[in-house]
C-alpha cells in the first residue's frame, strides 16, 4: 500500500448489525482532530488488516450503548479496559463478558435488559478485569497542599449546592490521572462517561469527553456549566498493584521538598523551592503528579535536559514497574515554553495509602543534588549536579 495511503488513515469503526438504529457504533478508534494536537490525551495505538494492509492509528477508544444489553457504563468501562489491554495491562475482554461480570445481588434492578449499573456494579467489574479503581465522591474531594481549596464564604455562598457545581478541587483530582496515562470515568445521577484529556485554553482547562450519547474527543468547556452537571463522581482504574492514590503521592512531595529547604545547611535554592512551596496556591512554583512506567520514565530521561550525572544514576536505579512523579515545575518558566523541572521526587506505589504512613521514596532530584535510595536497604547514593531546570516528563 503507498505511504501516502498509510499516512492519511484516520481510524476505524466497527458497526453492529440489528434492527434498531440506537447503539449501531462498535469499537471505535479515530485519530483525534488537529484542534487537539495541543491536548494531553489518553491515546493508544491501534492496528487493523486491510485486505492483508496494516493500518495503524493513534486514538481514544470510543462505543456507543446499545440500550439493552450494555448501558453507558458498560460502554465507559470498555474504554478504560481498552486502553489497559492495548498497554498490555490487562487481557483481553469482549463487551459481553463485561456484562457478565456485573454482580447482580448489588442492584435491585434485573440484569436483561439492562436499567444501568451502580457505582458498586462499576467498581466490582473493573476488579474482575484486573484493574481496581478508585472512587472519588466530588461532594468530598480530598484536600492536597498547594491546591486551591474552597474558601468558607464560598461554601456557604453554595451551601446548597452540590460540589459539583462549584469545587475547584476536582481539576487537580482528575488531572493527575489523565497526565498518568489513564482515563477517568465519571457519573451523575442517571449517566457515566470517561474523560480521556485535557488542554488550557484561556487560563482554564478544558476536559476532552468520550460519552457513548455524543462521540470521540467532546470538548468540555466547564463542568459547573456542563449540561451534564452536577457531577457526582470520579472513578480511576489503576493497575493492581498501585495501592497508592495520586494525592497522597502528591502531599507526602510536597512535604519532602519542603523538608528540604528546611535542613540545615541547605542551599539557597533549596531555601527558595521551600519557601515557594510555602506559599497561597497562586505560587510561583507548583506542583505535577503522575504515575509513570519505570522504563517509560527511564527512556524519557534523556529527553529531558538534564545533567548527566542524574540521568546515569537514574537509569541505573532499581525502581518497581510503576512510579509515582512529584515534578516542582517554576510556573513562569513553564508558561513561558522552557524547562521548568526544579525538583522531582519518585514514591514507590505499592507503599500505604494512608497519610499517617510515610512512603518509601526511590530518588528524589533537587537543584544540584540527585540521591538514590536503594531497594535493598543498601546506603543511599547521591550525586552532584549542576543547577539548572529541565524539562517535564510530561512534554511531548
Known amino acids: 500500500?503507498?505511504?501516502?495511503?498509510?499516512?492519511?488513515?484516520?481510524?476505524?469503526?466497527?458497526?453492529?448489525?440489528?434492527?434498531h438504529p440506537d447503539g449501531r457504533v462498535g469499537r471505535t478508534v479515530m485519530a483525534p482532530p488537529s484542534a487537539l494536537s495541543g491536548a494531553t490525551l489518553v491515546t493508544i495505538d491501534d492496528e487493523v488488516s486491510l485486505y492483508g494492509n496494516d493500518l495503524n492509528v493513534t486514538g481514544v477508544p470510543f462505543m456507543e450503548q446499545d440500550g439493552e444489553f450494555l448501558r453507558c457504563a458498560h460502554a465507559a468501562i470498555w474504554g478504560c479496559h481498552y486502553v489497559a489491554f492495548k498497554r498490555g495491562l490487562v487481557g483481553r475482554r469482549l463487551t459481553a463478558e463485561l456484562a457478565e461480570m456485573t454482580p447482580r445481588l448489588l442492584?435491585?434492578?434485573?440484569?436483561?435488559?439492562?436499567?444501568?449499573?451502580?457505582?458498586?456494579?462499576?467498581?466490582?467489574?473493573?476488579?474482575?478485569?484486573?484493574?481496581?479503581?478508585?472512587?472519588?465522591?466530588?461532594?468530598?474531594?480530598?484536600?492536597?497542599?498547594?491546591?486551591?481549596?474552597?474558601?468558607?464564604?464560598?461554601?456557604?455562598?453554595?451551601?446548597?449546592?452540590?460540589?459539583?457545581?462549584?469545587?475547584?478541587?476536582?481539576?487537580?483530582?482528575?488531572c493527575r490521572y489523565l497526565n498518568s496515562g489513564f482515563p477517568v470515568m465519571v457519573t451523575n445521577a442517571t449517566h457515566g462517561?470517561?474523560?480521556?484529556?485535557?488542554?488550557?485554553?484561556?487560563?482554564?482547562?478544558?476536559?476532552?469527553?468520550?460519552?457513548?450519547?455524543?462521540?470521540?474527543?467532546?470538548?468540555?468547556?466547564?463542568?459547573?456549566?456542563?449540561?451534564?452537571?452536577?457531577?457526582?463522581?470520579?472513578?480511576?482504574?489503576?493497575?493492581p498493584k498501585v495501592y497508592m492514590s495520586a494525592e497522597i503521592a502528591e502531599t507526602w512531595g510536597h512535604q519532602r521538598?519542603?523538608?528540604?529547604?528546611?535542613?540545615?545547611?541547605?542551599?539557597?535554592?533549596?531555601?527558595?523551592?521551600?519557601?515557594?512551596?510555602?506559599?497561597?496556591?497562586?505560587?510561583?512554583?507548583?506542583?505535577?503528579?503522575?504515575?509513570?512506567?519505570?522504563?517509560?520514565?527511564?527512556?524519557?530521561l534523556l529527553t529531558q535536559g538534564r545533567p548527566s550525572e542524574a540521568v546515569d544514576a537514574l537509569r541505573l536505579a532499581g525502581l518497581p514497574n510503576f512510579i509515582w512523579v512529584v515534578e516542582a515545575h517554576d510556573r513562569d518558566l513553564r508558561k513561558a515554553g522552557m524547562p521548568s523541572v526544579l525538583a522531582e521526587v519518585l514514591f514507590d506505589p505499592h507503599s500505604s495509602d494512608h497519610h499517617h504512613r510515610e512512603p518509601r521514596s526511590d530518588a528524589r532530584s533537587m537543584p544540584g543534588l540527585t540521591v538514590i535510595t536503594p531497594p535493598d536497604g543498601a546506603p543511599p547514593v547521591a550525586v552532584n549536579t549542576p543547577e539548572r531546570p529541565w524539562r517535564s516528563q510530561l512534554a511531548r
Open 107 to 174: 442492584s435491585a434492578d434485573r440484569s436483561l435488559p439492562s436499567r444501568g449499573m451502580v457505582l458498586e456494579q462499576i467498581q466490582a467489574v473493573f476488579d474482575a478485569t484486573g484493574q481496581p479503581a478508585l472512587r472519588y465522591i466530588i461532594d468530598q474531594l480530598p484536600t492536597v497542599p498547594g491546591v486551591e481549596v474552597p474558601s468558607q464564604q464560598k461554601k456557604e455562598e453554595h451551601a446548597r449546592q452540590r460540589a459539583g457545581y462549584w469545587d475547584p478541587r476536582l481539576f487537580s483530582v482528575i
Open 193 to 239: 462517561w470517561n474523560l480521556v484529556g485535557w488542554f488550557w485554553q484561556n487560563n482554564q482547562i478544558r476536559f476532552v469527553a468520550c460519552d457513548d450519547q455524543v462521540g470521540p474527543y467532546e470538548v468540555i468547556d466547564s463542568p459547573f456549566t456542563d449540561g451534564r452537571r452536577p457531577w457526582l463522581s470520579i472513578m480511576v482504574p489503576l493497575p
Open 1 to 19: 500500500m503507498p505511504k501516502r495511503i498509510r499516512e492519511s488513515y484516520l481510524g476505524y469503526s466497527v458497526l453492529r448489525p440489528g434492527p
Open 257 to 300: 521538598l519542603r523538608e528540604f529547604g528546611l535542613r540545615t545547611g541547605a542551599s539557597p535554592s533549596w531555601r527558595d523551592l521551600g519557601k515557594a512551596l510555602a506559599q497561597a496556591p497562586k505560587k510561583a512554583v507548583s506542583l505535577r503528579t503522575f504515575l509513570r512506567d519505570s522504563r517509560r520514565y527511564k527512556a524519557k
